[in-house]
């Protein structure tokens, strides 16, 4: 017996050090659900929920599981919650889920139902908005509904118009998910001026931008001596600041962001 207990506390530390490495091996590890996460929440969804929700998770008015669009949920708590106490008036059943099982079914949400997908974390938009405006400093280059400054992109409809994946992208590695649109450009003109800014638009003849002192400027292109659209966003990476369940509650602030829609 006591021969037993010790082999399996053998094995559940194996478990921990190895589990450990892989999350020190995958550098976002830790704001995003696993791939086996994904899976068994892929099986545990098709036994228990797509009766109601269908296979596309969009059966019930108002809801699509799969695009991430709820009537009451923002986070991943709050998904949780739903899940586990069910909704008895609204026909929603609760479940008595294992943490494991819980985590399996919000990770498949959350990766779009996409077994091989990403899986981002949610957090508490509250806590986002104020590490928003305070700790993650974003607002000293973001507008947000009518507040803040023009230098970057604002992102009053943000959540309406990006996934998660793609917001945790821009705010761990924003020079990998730069939009073309938003990439920084420098301009000499043929007197000799220098012009950095944000493109807002731009064709053959001509480009408008916001340069750095919120001015929008509008050239034309052959008035220009230099012309250089940059490669790196401006933008830090928010893993600078934040700690990875700071990053959860920001992403959970901008999905709220819905531009009144
Ligand atoms: C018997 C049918 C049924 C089953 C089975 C079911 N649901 Fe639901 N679910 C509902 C209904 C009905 C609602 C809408 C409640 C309302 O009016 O907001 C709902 C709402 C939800 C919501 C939305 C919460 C929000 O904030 O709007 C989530 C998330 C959800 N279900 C997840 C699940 C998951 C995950 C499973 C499987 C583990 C599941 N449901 C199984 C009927 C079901
Ligand atoms: C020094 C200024 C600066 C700071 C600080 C900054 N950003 Fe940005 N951000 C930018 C610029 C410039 C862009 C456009 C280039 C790009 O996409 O990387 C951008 C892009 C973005 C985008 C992508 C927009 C899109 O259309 O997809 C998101 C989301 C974003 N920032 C969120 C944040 C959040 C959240 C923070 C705080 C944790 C933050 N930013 C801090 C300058 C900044």
Known sequence: MSHLRVRLLTLAACAVVALAA???????????YTSADIEAGSRLYANQCALCHGPNGDGINGIDLRRGVFRR??????????????????????FRFQPVELTAVLAFIRAGFDPSGTA????????????????????SCHRVNGAGPRTAPDLS?????????????SLVNPTSAMLPINKPVRAVTK????????RLNEDTYTVQLIDDQERLVSLIKADLREYEVGKT?????????LSSGEIADVLAYLLTLKGGL
């Open 22 to 32: 892989t999350r020190a091996s995958a550098q976002v590890a830790d704001h995003q």
């Open 73 to 94: 949920s923002v986070s991943d708590d709050d998904l949780a919650r739903v899940i586990s106490t069910g909704i008895a008036a609204a026909g929603m059943p609760s």
């Open 120 to 139: 981002v974390k949610v957090g508490t938009p509250g806590r986002g908005q104020a590490l928003f405006a305070g700790k993650g400093a974003c607002a």
């Open 157 to 169: 409809d943000i959540g309406a118009i990006r996934t998660p994946s793609t917001l945790q992208r």
């Open 191 to 198: 007197s000799g001026t220098t012009i950095r800014g944000r």
């Open 233 to 241: 966003s401006p933008m830090p990476p928010a893993t600078a600041v």
